[in-house]
């Protein structure tokens, strides 16, 4: 870890510190969790004397215990993309690091130790993410537990403990994966994974996902006679079409990317879409979180629409879409970190050629937009077929109302635009977040052959 | 045409570059020789403005290079002059037209006439056959002459080669360099090539010889 983080830069300071940061969040998810399952059972007593129960009428839409099991399960699964964000990070250390790794091979470290020593850091990371996750929670919880007379209980120390080491644990296992994306030699950091284009089978699950979904929908007056099947049809119709989506990104990309190069006249455009084109499945793991973010979203604004146009949001139907903003803000700001480590490690095969031209007379700033035209190219298509799955499966699912409220289309429509919108500006944003690792990999070092 | 004079640079504790001192005529061929480490690559990146001298001067065209901002010297790279490297360094997922076109679409060129350029380049380095493959699928000969191509294509008053046949067998790096040579003095590009091949220095029609970073000794 000494090694590691011995002379140490200013973005690997702040690399660390977004590990802890994600560590503490996931942790403070994880013990609200726990707490929202941990009242309400009956077995706290407010020092007074009288049971917590009698209290828990201050807690409004969390007084009911199934609103609360449903939160608790909500905060719980995001954690999920909480902990892919520091795994993300973590990717990130290692395509970044590379003199240093590289420098620690030759000194005789073999592979697996120096990824044991990114396991460490990302280890010692995330237990100190966790325990300020767990200060978090201490504070919040008294304050509320003040605000709300002694209402809310403290999740048992065991619990807080167990929490503390999971989330460590998962922090350790990451940063041991992490290293696994690239190979550490003596003479640098390449990926392990060489470029990939699209599987036939991919297409199948889409096709068979779309199908059980469009039979489904025909179905559907059919309920009383032949009992819940179109529903059975359309729910599994829409699994199969959220995973089909994901594995069948990677045919939209190398569709767009050679759309794109074939067509265009501009330099940087030709560059990105050759590349993004060389390495479809790459590009389509990485917007697969952007890709699912643009589904639910706009399956969500899809559902949303009639019941905002109809005036049914009432303090349930609040929180539930807080929480799902919530998840969808997180699950965003994973894809971005996912788009950054992805982009990076292209970087480390590309760092001689892209030195070469820029050594040639390209500007620094015509890479970037490389960069920007790589990310806009494999998420344009990701972005909209997900909007367009995404509000498909929403509105057939609840047909019946949408025929029946005035302007639910035009919402549902809108929401799908948005999100996809959203999804897109994301990814190019996230692409400009590449620019510093691009301005090194331009340093006049890397003309030098290894 | 290019000037050096008095150039100093170092990297942490090491000096490259202490006071060298070169002057490059119009169409001129020059090699840069000298063992490893003893600067010749640091003089390139300083003659061609990759790189600023610690101290010195670099002048291009009686105009001052050393004290040009990035953009301008970088403006004066992609106008003026050409680069190849010891490995070609090719785009790997571009096809060889594509990689030669590359500098002719980021001058703004349209589309169809940097690949007429480049395929037109490509057939003068007896190269067109590769037009459309990927450098994956080239030889290190036809790779190095893409690269060529690519420095050419431009048409640029000087280019710079670092080690142009370092990763050659000898007959595919003379065959590199009688392209490379007969086509700079064919269009009158002034051309400084950096090797410690004597076989390479031979072509040229001076030699600046460096050692620990000076000067030792111009061979006529």
Redesign the interface.
């Known amino acids: 870890m000494r090694m590691l983080a011995r002379g140490g830069s200013r973005r690997e300071r702040v690399r660390g510190r977004l590990m802890t940061a994600g560590a503490a969040l996931a942790t403070f998810l994880l013990c609200v969790a726990a707490n929202l399952l941990a009242f309400g059972l009956g077995v706290s007593v407010h020092p007074e004397g009288f049971l917590v129960q009698t209290r828990i009428e201050y807690l409004g839409f969390f007084s009911g215990r199934d609103a609360r099991l449903l939160t608790a399960l909500a905060l719980a699964l995001l954690v999920v993309p909480t902990m892919a964000f520091v795994h993300q990070v973590s990717r990130l250390a290692t395509a970044t690091r590379e003199r240093r790794l590289a420098a620690l091979r030759l000194a005789g470290a073999t592979p697996r130790e120096v990824r044991l020593l990114g396991a460490y850091e990302s280890g010692w990371r995330t237990l100190l993410g966790g325990v300020c996750g767990v200060a978090l929670y201490l504070v919040v919880n008294l304050a509320v537990a003040g605000a709300l007379r002694g209402a809310v209980p403290l999740v048992p120390a065991a619990q807080l403990v167990a929490i503390l080491a999971a989330v460590t644990l998962a922090g350790t296992l990451s940063g041991l994966m992490a290293g696994r994306h690239v190979v550490t030699s003596p003479l640098g950091v390449v990926r392990r994974t060489p470029p990939a284009g699209p599987r036939a089978l991919d297409l199948v699950l889409v096709t068979v996902g779309a199908g059980l979904l469009v039979a489904g929908f025909v179905d559907r007056g059919d309920f009383l006679r032949v009992p819940y099947v179109a529903v059975l049809s359309m729910v599994v119709g829409m699994v199969l079409l959220l995973f089909g989506l994901v594995l069948g990104a990677a045919w939209l990309i190398r569709v767009a990317a050679r759309w794109a190069g074939d067509r265009t006249g501009t330099a940087e455009t030709l560059l990105a879409a050759r590349m993004v084109g060389a390495d479809p499945r790459g590009w389509a793991r990485a917007l697969s979180v952007v890709g699912l973010t643009v589904f639910f979203g706009a399956g969500v604004g899809a559902q949303q629409g009639p019941i905002l146009l109809r005036g049914y949001l009432d303090s349930s139907w609040a929180v539930a879409y807080l929480l799902v903003d919530l998840a969808l803000l997180v699950a965003l700001v994973t894809s971005a970190a996912a788009l950054v480590a992805h982009q990076a490690e292209d970087l480390l095969d590309h760092r001689h050629s892209f030195a070469a031209l820029a050594a040639s007379g390209v500007p620094g700033p015509a890479l970037g937009r490389v960069l920007t035209r790589q990310a806009l190219i494999a998420a344009l298509p990701v972005c909209v077929v997900s909007a367009i799955a995404g509000v498909g499966v929403a509105v057939s699912s609840i047909w019946d109302v949408y025929r029946e409220v005035p302007g639910a289309f035009a919402v549902a429509a809108g929401g799908a635009v948005l999100m996809a919108g959203i999804g897109v500006l994301a990814a190019t944003l996230v692409a400009r977040a590449a620019r510093p690792i691009l301005r090194r990999t331009l340093r006049p070092e890397g003309l030098r052959d290894e | 045409m290019l000037e050096a004079r008095a150039l100093r640079k170092t990297f942490a504790r090491t000096v490259a570059l202490d006071g060298v001192s070169a002057e490059i005529g119009d169409g001129e061929i020059v090699a840069i020789t000298g063992p490893s480490g003893s600067g010749k690559?640091t003089l390139l990146?300083c003659l061609?403005g990759?790189?600023r001298p610690e101290s010195g001067e670099v002048h291009f065209d009686g105009r001052r290079v050393d004290t040009l901002g990035?953009?301008d010297r970088?403006?004066?790279?992609?106008?003026s002059?050409?680069?190849v490297?010891?490995?070609g360094?090719?785009?790997?997922?571009?096809t060889a037209e594509?990689n030669v076109a590359?500098?002719l679409?980021?001058n703004r060129h349209?589309?169809r006439e940097s690949l007429l350029a480049a395929r037109s380049r490509l057939e003068r380095l007896d190269v067109a056959g590769c037009a459309d493959r990927r450098p994956g699928e080239l030889s290190g000969g036809q790779l190095q002459r893409v690269a060529v191509a690519?420095?050419l294509v431009t048409g640029p008053r000087v280019v710079f080669a670092?080690?142009p046949t370092?990763?050659l067998d000898s007959l595919a790096g003379e065959r590199v360099m009688d392209e490379l040579v007969g086509t700079a003095r064919a269009d009158g590009t002034t051309l400084v090539i950096v090797t410690h091949d004597n076989r390479v220095a031979a072509y040229a029609d001076r030699e600046i010889a460096l050692r620990d970073g000076r000067p030792a000794g111009v061979i006529v």
Do not use: K, M, N, W
């Open positions: 690559s990146h061609a990759i790189v990035d953009a970088t403006r004066l790279r992609r106008q002059f050409g680069v490297f010891q490995s360094r090719l785009v790997p997922e571009l594509e590359l500098p679409l980021f349209g589309r690519r420095a670092d080690e370092g990763a």
